[in-house]
């Protein structure tokens, strides 16, 4: 994180909800999609009894949960979901099993390397989204370290692992459409029979290679990352850890950017310099486009002096789960805005990049778009449905604008945020009571709490 935006403050850094100033906003943020799910991995693979707090309890995680369910491990929850325990199987697991792995990317590509450290006949499936979402190179370094895969056309899900356990060794992994592949691959190795060095080649995505490394280090693996790039990952068991989960920074952009278009200010707490979470820079991008921004040690403000600044690039390959987030407010700026380095956001739930400039381009927009960037030029809108392609980050995203800009949008699914904040549309009216319910969103803004509420999500759909 910025030096700048690291400045130690007292006044964001209060912990609680009710503490709060009444002019400053305090989303309830549920927990990240990426530690739930690496916790769970890691919890299903160790020795003991780990638990999780505050998870996130949405479509991507409940899917990954059952999954490992699937797989051998056994979890409880608390009546309201808030803490989940998980009885580890104490190494690789043993099939036959078929596991479901929905539209969860995530569980795509770090469960099939769990399995090939186990025994039996393992089959993983998802939906047609995750099916045509790129795995041939996670496929290809399993075979290349001797597992037994078969995958489906062009390397994809459905794919069948027949385990007997991995030795491990060596192996490169084209990381540049992924993370999630060497994600997966680490976090199998210590399970290996002599551990496993590995190279992510043009890996894109660094902070979560970070947060994975930081994990398996919680659950007792020993790993090193080596002057020359490489990961050696020694032999050995993980055992139980207890994991706080924070919430979740990529869905933390959303109310981040709204409070930079509404002039209101947002904090965050439970996400500060500490924080596992690369997604949090992107508050950086908003105190470039004149936001001001100020990050503690356990808590961020943004607050927004009601006009945004253009006139810039930016790079977001490293959070480019947040690009769509800027994309959809750069129409309000006063000058052209180019995102580069997001060449790997088209290969997500959607073409992110395509869908952006689509969706923008049916409200009047000018883009102009390259294989790995997209400049968004501001001017008047019309009024548009936007496609959101069942992308949870497209329909989130345009939601901001708007409430930036009443009247500019609709939905046509916005029911898929559910993959990851099934309360995300009632959480934004609780804040901003001029946002738009979407038609067919149960509100629920007078409940106690509605964020991390999963039967909600499927009262939505
Ligand atoms: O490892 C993870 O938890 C994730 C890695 C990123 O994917 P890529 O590595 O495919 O960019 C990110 O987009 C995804 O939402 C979560
Ligand atoms: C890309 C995403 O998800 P995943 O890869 O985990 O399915 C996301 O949540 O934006």
Request: glycine content about 10%; some cysteine; aromatic content about 6%.
């Amino acid at each position: 994180m910025d030096a700048k935006l690291r400045s130690e403050r007292t006044e964001a850094d209060r912990p609680s909800f009710d503490t709060a100033r009444s002019s400053e906003l305090v989303p309830r943020i549920p927990g990240s999609k990426s530690l739930t799910n690496r916790t769970l991995l890691l919890a299903a693979a160790a020795t003991g009894v780990s638990r999780l707090l505050a998870p996130l309890v949405s479509d991507d995680t409940i899917a990954f949960r059952a999954a490992v369910a699937g797989m051998g491990a056994r979890w409880e929850s608390s009546p309201l979901d808030e803490v989940w325990d998980v009885t580890g199987i104490g190494r690789g697991p043993v099939g036959p099993a078929r596991v479901w792995c929905a539209d969860a990317g995530t569980a795509g590509r770090f469960l099939p390397p769990f399995a090939a450290t186990g025994q039996g006949a393992f089959l993983f499936d998802g939906s047609a989204q995750l099916r045509a979402r790129p795995q041939k190179p996670l496929v290809d370094a399993l075979l290349r370290i001797g597992a037994r895969a078969t995958a489906g056309v062009g390397g994809g899900l459905p794919l069948v692992i027949d385990a007997d356990g991995l030795d491990g060794g060596e192996v490169t992994v084209d990381s540049s459409m992924s993370s999630q592949y060497l994600s997966g691959l680490l976090m199998a190795a210590p399970l290996m029979r002599r551990g496993l060095t590995l190279r992510g080649a043009r890996l894109v995505s660094r902070p979560y290679i970070d947060m994975t490394l930081s994990l398996m280090r919680r659950f007792g693996a020993r790993v090193q990352e080596r002057d020359d790039g490489d990961f050696a990952v020694e032999p050995g068991a993980y055992a139980a850890a207890d994991v706080a989960i924070e919430p979740d920074a990529s869905t933390a952009s959303y109310f981040f950017a709204a409070a930079a278009g509404t002039g209101q200010t947002v904090t965050v707490p439970g996400l500060g310099t500490d924080s596992a979470q690369g997604d949090l820079r992107f508050v950086e991008v908003l105190a470039k486009a004149g936001a001001r921004v100020q990050v503690g040690k356990t808590a961020t403000t943004v607050t927004g002096n009601g006009t945004l600044r253009g006139g810039f690039t930016v790079d977001m390959g490293e959070i480019s789960d947040t690009f769509m987030t800027l994309a959809a407010i750069a129409p309000l700026v006063d000058a052209p805005i180019t995102i580069r380095g997001i060449g790997h956001a088209r290969l997500k739930e959607s073409d992110r990049i395509a869908a952006v400039a689509a969706n923008l381009a049916a409200i009047g927009v000018q883009t102009r778009e390259g294989a790995d960037r997209i400049t968004i030029h501001p001017g008047p809108l019309r009024p548009a449905r936007v496609n959101c392609r069942r992308d949870h980050r497209i329909a989130m995203a345009f939601s901001v604008l708007g409430l930036v800009a009443p009247g500019t949008i609709t939905l046509d699914d916005p029911a898929c945020v559910a993959k990851t904040f099934p309360g995300f549309h009632n959480e934004m009216r609780r804040l901003f009571s001029r946002y738009e319910l979407p038609v067919g969103t149960t509100d629920m803004t007078n409940t106690a709490d509605v964020t991390n509420t999963v039967g909600m999500a499927k009262e939505n759909r």
